[in-house]
């Protein structure tokens, strides 16, 4: 079975550009997060979904940030306009409902990394 | 609030060697997940081992396996015959039954040297 997809797996842009990263979750899993990665911060955990709809959204740093789960297969988180602060590795991750807890172990795709200049 | 703590920030090891690698948690909660993921410089995040709170039995997967003490809330991860492609940042992280994020430790460096 195919992991989580996510691309691109590089992009380089210019301050004030907009970006969007994809991620495509392991089929049949009903969750979906999105995390980035800063030396600074570590992982931080911007928002997640369950069933394509938005469940916790206060990670995301600021209005310029915003997620969409149009279905199943298939998330975008977009940075407009992006800043040199945004370059960080995104990472896209999906998990299952579990019968004994609400979810259960998080599969990470291969993450995006992001330079804005 | 739960919290993960790793208090080794780097960490290395000789080929073949075997190595361990700290992680607490804080927590009122019962039921619970733990688990251990990987960074290689790929900077893919891999599972290298989970292990369910109401489980005694400590989990292993090959050459990994995990001294879970739920008492002292401490869960190790132990490296038996490590390889150079075991040289990566490996985070510890916590999930409880009742929520649906991650709660991950600041992770440890752990370089495997020839």
């Known amino acids: 079975d195919a992991g989580v997809i996510q691309s691109p797996r590089h992009e380089v842009t210019e301050m004030g550009q907009e970006v969007t990263l994809r991620c495509k979750p392991i089929s049949g899993h009903d969750y979906l997060f999105w995390y980035r990665q800063t030396m600074m911060r570590g992982l931080e955990l911007l928002i997640y979904f369950n069933n394509n709809v938005p469940i916790d959204d206060s990670g995301m740093p600021e209005d310029r940030f915003s997620a969409k789960m149009p279905n199943a297969s298939f998330s975008t988180l977009k940075i407009q306009p992006s800043e040199p602060r945004d370059s960080a590795v995104y990472f896209c991750?999906?998990?299952?409902?579990?019968?004994?807890?609400?979810?259960?172990?998080?599969?990470f795709g291969p993450g995006t990394r992001l330079t804005v200049l | 609030a739960q919290t993960v703590t790793q208090s080794q920030p780097e960490m290395s090891v000789q080929e073949a060697e075997t190595v361990t690698l700290s992680c607490t948690y804080d927590?009122?909660?019962?039921?619970?997940?733990l688990f251990w993921y990987k960074q290689p410089p790929s900077r893919q995040m891999i599972l290298v081992i989970r292990q369910e709170a109401y489980k005694q039995q400590n989990a292993t997967e090959n050459r990994f396996s995990v001294n879970f003490q739920k008492a002292a809330k401490s869960f190790s991860l132990k490296i038996s015959d490590s390889q150079l492609g075991d040289t990566a940042m490996y985070f510890c992280?916590?999930?409880?039954?009742?929520?649906?994020?991650?709660?991950f430790g600041t992770g440890t460096r752990l370089q495997v040297f020839p």
């Open positions: 927590t009122s909660e019962n039921n619970y997940y």
């Open positions: 991750a999906s998990s299952l409902t579990s019968g004994r807890s609400r979810t259960d172990t998080q599969y």
């Open positions: 992280a916590f999930m409880s039954y009742n929520t649906d994020k991650l709660i």
